[in-house]
Nanobody
Framework: QVQLVESGGGLVQPGGSLNLSCVAS????????MGWYRQAPGKQREFVAG??????NYADSVKGRFTFSRDNGKNTVYLQMSSLNTEDTAVYYC????????????????WGQGTQVTVSL
């Protein structure tokens, strides 16, 4: 089994910063992609930032404010969020494409349980 566990969410004032972490654990042979999505109330889940292979991408709405990083040795990804505004309020989910064995040609997709980020006065 594979589990993704997020941490670091909370309440922050507009203009503030918050850091999220996501750890992948379990039977992992390789992580092909890993990143962050978010879902605000009444809206569809959207991509925020993440990597696939050697490429890191960001949603236009967070470029220059959010920084994505990873620690391959710890199967962990991070999201440093700064200059937060009320539109960043959402549940942030970790997502990954993981191969559990060298026998598997393709990866399986996994989601974390989500962590709430609220930007408010």
């Amino acid at each position: 089994q594979v589990q993704l566990v997020e941490s670091g969410g909370g309440l922050v004032q507009p203009g503030g910063s918050l850091n999220l972490s996501c750890v992948a654990s379990g039977t992992i042979f390789s992580i092909d992609a890993m990143g962050w999505y978010r879902q605000a109330p009444g809206k569809q889940r959207e991509f925020v930032a993440g990597f696939r292979g050697d490429i890191t991408n960001y949603a236009d709405s967070v470029k220059g404010r959010f920084t994505f990083s990873r620690d391959n040795g710890k199967n962990t990804v991070y999201l440093q969020m700064s200059s937060l505004n009320t539109e960043d309020t959402a549940v942030y989910y970790c997502n990954a494409d993981i191969r559990r064995s060298w026998k598997f040609i393709t990866s399986s997709n996994y989601w974390g349980q989500g962590t709430q980020v609220t930007v408010s006065l």
